[in-house]
């Protein structure tokens, strides 16, 4: 139970894939909509996005299935790493480094 994340959502764009050394990754965004009422008894929908990271044969699955709109649960762990970006400030990242999914829906 350490380090588990559990989302369903919709994929915020087409997947980007990349090579590396006969290693392939697919990232994309996954949207989580929130639905709940304030203080006024007004219904608020929120949005969250989440940074998705499939390596090997699952991103070979992505490549071929996954689109954007396409609803998605998702299994993984949580990483944080950073890097510096072109202008040399750090920049820090949070994504789910998926372990397995699950095609739920069509896409809207």
Same mark, same amino acid.
């Given at each position: ?15 980007? &894939? ?13 949207? &989580? ?62 994504? &789910? ?6 095609? &739920?829906?069509?896409?809207?």
């Amino acid at each position: 139970m350490r380090n588990k994340v559990q989302l369903i959502g919709r994929v915020g764009q087409d997947p980007e &894939i990349k090579s590396f050394n006969e290693k392939k990754r697919a990232t994309f965004s996954l949207a &989580i909509n929130e639905l709940y009422y304030n203080e006024k008894g007004e219904k608020v929908e929120t949005t969250h996005w989440h940074n998705i990271t499939v390596w090997g044969n699952q991103a070979d699955f992505v490549e071929k299935f996954i689109v954007k709109g396409r609803e998605l649960g998702i299994e993984g762990k949580l990483i944080n790493r950073s890097f510096e970006d072109k202008e040399g400030v750090k920049r820090f990242i949070t994504e &789910i480094a998926v372990s397995e999914f699950l095609l &739920i829906g069509g896409v809207r």
